[in-house]
């Protein structure tokens, strides 16, 4: 073969391996498009009520027959974690809460392993001791906390009530004289798997309401968190270290983000999700005191957005590490959201003013896609990426936010990324460092004419 083609072929390939590398662009569409989030939390039980019928198959343990008063004044702690005991260590049991009575529980580690086919059927009420100040020393972050379990299901119509109102008083967001200290999370699964939650209410938390960390295959179905728009840090679902969680029909309004996810946390679907009250659905925040954080492979696909101060969020601090990769928010409806889709790297939850370093978690392979309603600030799409690593592969596509009254705008700082078919208001700051039309080149797609939009692209896919 002649020298100089052989050449020439050989700068064809590394320019071509190059460009894949550097932007990962040629698959991205179709990737971010396409990914699913598999449901693995299948169960042998089925998970209706029927256990009652199914002649002595299921083993009813009622935290009454343990002494539980269930009048909302008597420590029903003991009994609680007494009925726990025998229900975890004998196969096939129901830990019954009964409906119509309100146990006082104070804070409680429910440990397993368990024996197998565990149901946790909550239909009364369960609240926590209202004062902070006589709050269990031991356990100064958890209220209900129950770890390594393996196929449980949590259900029932009952209700889990933090009493939050002196927690939230007596913090530094409300009141910047007092110290800064944490409070507990309501309930807790941590270490688990194969697990379902079904049905269950969770209002008024000290600080979050529902914490799923180091877990995998977790099933979260109809359940409603509900706090004061102004009670501080009351994340209603937050998800940490944690593998394969679905998250659906759910209705969430709290003074803090609806769902949080952070660090080592990968394919979670959110589907349904009514917020609001709110901070809106977040990814983040990641990055925290030069530690790193990485989120990826998360969905939010049909969601009602409604009064919240954001929308759809990344938000990471300066000089943190790791990444945000493959994410699709998807089909969602905002109302009155004062951010409606933001990627924050400036983030700075903090009393002290931060300074930018020149590391940042990167963030990649965003898509937006079917997003529309009302946006309360001018900036319907606000893309802050750090100078030194910035975000690159945004994808917006059918997107149309209005303010009522002005023009909503879109900020871009460091943000690279296309947009195809309907994008409102237009977000031309997205920068291309690809030629536009290799983005989206993949053997699924066809190569438009020059000069046609992808929107014809798109077109001929359908
Ligand atoms: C519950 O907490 C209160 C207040 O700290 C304490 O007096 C009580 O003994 C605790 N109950 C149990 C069963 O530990
Ligand atoms: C804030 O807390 C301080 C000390 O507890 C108290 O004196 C002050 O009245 C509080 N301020 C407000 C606005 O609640
Ligand atoms: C984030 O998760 C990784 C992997 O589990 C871990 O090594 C790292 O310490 C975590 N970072 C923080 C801030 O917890
Ligand atoms: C993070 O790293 C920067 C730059 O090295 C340093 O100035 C800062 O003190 C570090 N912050 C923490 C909390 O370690
Ligand atoms: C777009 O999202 C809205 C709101 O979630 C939904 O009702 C509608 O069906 C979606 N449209 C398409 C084409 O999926
Ligand atoms: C950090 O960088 C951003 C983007 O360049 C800039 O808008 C912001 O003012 C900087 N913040 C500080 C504290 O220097």
């Known amino acids: ?24 662009a040629y698959n991205v569409v179709p990737e971010l498009e396409s ?13 209706d009520v029927s256990w009652m019928s199914q002649r002595g198959a299921k083993v009813l343990v009622n935290v009454d027959s343990f002494g539980a008063a269930g009048d909302g004044v008597s420590d029903d702690t003991e009994a609680f974690a007494n009925a726990w005991d025998q229900a975890c260590s004998n196969a096939k049991s129901v830990l019954l809460v009964p409906p119509q009575r309100t146990y006082l529980v104070n804070a409680t580690r429910f440990k397993g392993p368990c024996a197998g086919k565990l149901v946790v059927q909550i239909d009364g009420t369960i609240i926590a001791p ?34 939050g109102s002196k927690w939230w008083a007596a913090s530094c967001k409300r009141n910047k004289t ?32 529902f914490v799923i960390s180091r877990c995998s295959s977790v099933r979260i179905s109809q359940v409603l968190v509900s706090a004061p728009g102004d009670s501080p840090n009351t994340d209603g679902i937050h998800i940490s270290g944690s593998t394969s969680v679905v998250i659906e029909d759910s209705k969430i309004g709290t003074g803090d983000d609806c769902i949080s996810i952070v ?19 977040s990814i983040g925040s990641l990055g925290k005191d030069n530690s790193t954080g ?58 002290v003013s931060c300074q930018n370093q020149t590391t940042a978690v990167k963030i990649s392979q965003i898509m937006y896609r079917n997003i529309s309603g009302t946006t ?42 296309f947009n195809y078919g309907t994008v409102h208001p237009s977000a031309d700051c997205l920068t291309s460092s690809v030629k536009d039309t ?25």
């Not at 394919?267 to 009250?277: D, E, S």
């Not at 601090?317 to 998807?330: C, I, L, T």
Request: glycine fraction near 8%; hydrophobic fraction near 35%; charged fraction near 25%.
């Open 294 to 351: 990485i989120v990826t492979k998360i969905v939010v696909d049909t969601a009602f957005l409604r009064e919240t101060t954001n929308g759809l969020r990344i938000k990471t601090w300066q000089g943190g590490s790791g990444y945000v990769r493959s994410v699709r928010f998807e089909n969602v409806r905002m109302e009155d959201v004062a951010n409606p889709i933001i990627i924050d790297q400036f983030y700075c939850d903090s009393p």
């Open 35 to 47: 990914f699913e989030i598999e449901d693995d939390t299948e169960m042998e039980f089925s998970d």
């Open 376 to 417: 309360k600030s001018d900036k319907a799409m606000k893309f802050a990426c750090s100078d030194t690593v910035p975000c690159s592969n945004i994808v917006l596509t059918n997107i149309n936010l209005e303010k009522q009254d002005g023009n909503a705008e879109v900020y871009c700082n460091s943000a690279q990324g």
């Open 438 to 462: 290799d983005a989206l080149v993949s053997k699924d797609y066809v190569l438009p004419e020059p000069g046609r939009e992808y929107e014809d692209i798109v077109h001929t896919e359908l």
């Open 1 to 24: 073969m002649d020298k100089c083609l052989l050449i020439f072929l050989l700068g064809l390939l590394i320019v071509v391996q190059g460009l894949k590398q550097e932007d990962g």
């Open 263 to 281: 660090n080592a946390s990968s394919a979670i679907k959110m589907k349904n999700i009514h917020c609001g009250p709110g901070h809106g659905i």
């Open 130 to 163: 209202a004062e902070p100040r006589n709050w269990d020393p031991k356990n100064p972050r958890i209220w209900l906390d129950f770890s390594k379990l393996k196929g449980v299901l949590f259900q029932g119509n009952g209700v889990i009530d933090g009493s």
């Open 178 to 209: 007092n110290p800064c200290v944490g409070a507990p999370s309501a309930f807790t699964i941590d270490s688990s798997s194969v697990i379902k939650v079904k049905g269950l209410t969770f209002q008024n938390s000290q600080q979050m309401h």
